[in-house]
Antibody, heavy 120, light 106 residues
Framework: EVQLLESGGGLVQPGGSLRLSCAASGFIFSSYAMNWVRQAPGKGLEWVSYISGSGNSTYYADSVKGRFTISRDNSKKTLYLQMNSLRTEDTAVYYC?????????????WGQGTLVTVSS | SYELTQPPSVSVSPGQTASITCSGDKLGDKYACWYQHKPGQSPVVVIYQDNRRPSGIPERFSGSNSGNTATLTISGTQAMDEADYYCQAWDSSTAVFGTGTKVTVL
């Protein structure tokens, strides 16, 4: 069974840093690109970042560019999101999501999400 | 930046048909997919590549995409279909989600 399990969320002050992790199982991790998607309280879904299977290509939403860094360790089957210079508007549930197939353009499955709260 | 616009809400009676639109510039030239998102749960894809239904998704869910509009149709809507629905497409290496539609089954 394909599973994605996020961790690392919590309460952090504005300007602080946090690293999220997403542990994958049940599939050949290195064969799939991965993404982070977030949902702020009362808001819709927002794509955050993409990384290719090899880790050589990365893309970011304008709202996080220059502050967030996506990375992966294929030997550990783990995806990361390093979040620096956090703002109150980064408060959200963060999901990791895999494409439905290698090269697919839809997200399936999603992890259960981890809550990040940026507040003083 | 690319935008996808959905109606904020759609109301439907049980057993009736709900249609949710997703509008974006030349959206028909891209693949669109749809997610169902219930409170406290993770989003689930119900339609991908415009009109393909994943295994386990009921046949009452269908999709189309042409011109500037993609449409998700729920036929014979059931109470369990009450949720938020989001369309999504890719534009210039960026995934874009629609604004979301809350479907209420009255």
């Amino acid at each position: 069974e394909v599973q994605l399990l996020e961790s690392g969320g919590g309460l952090v002050q504005p300007g602080g840093s946090l690293r999220l992790s997403c542990a994958a199982s049940g599939f050949i991790f290195s064969s799939y690109a991965m993404n982070w998607v977030r949902q702020a309280p009362g808001k819709g879904l927002e794509w955050v970042s993409y990384i290719s299977g090899s880790g050589n290509s990365t893309y970011y939403a304008d709202s996080v560019k220059g502050r967030f860094t996506i990375s992966r360790d294929n030997s550990k089957k783990t995806l990361y999101l390093q979040m620096n210079s956090l703002r109150t508007e980064d408060t959200a549930v963060y999901y990791c999501a895999r494409p439905g197939t290698t090269g697919g353009d839809w997200f399936d499955p999603w992890g259960q999400g981890t809550l990040v709260t940026v507040s003083s | 930046s690319y935008e996808l616009t959905q109606p904020p809400s759609v109301s439907v009676s049980p057993g009736q048909t709900a249609s949710i639109t997703c509008s974006g510039d030349k959206l028909g030239d891209k693949y669109a997919c749809w997610y169902q998102h219930k409170p406290g749960q993770s989003p689930v894809v119900v339609i991908y590549q415009d009109n393909r239904r994943p295994s386990g998704i009921p046949e009452r869910f269908s999709g189309s995409n042409s011109g500037n509009t993609a449409t998700l149709t729920i036929s014979g809507t059931q109470a369990m279909d009450e949720a938020d629905y989001y369309c999504q497409a890719w534009d210039s290496s960026t995934a874009v989600f629609g604004t979301g539609t809350k479907v209420t089954v009255l």
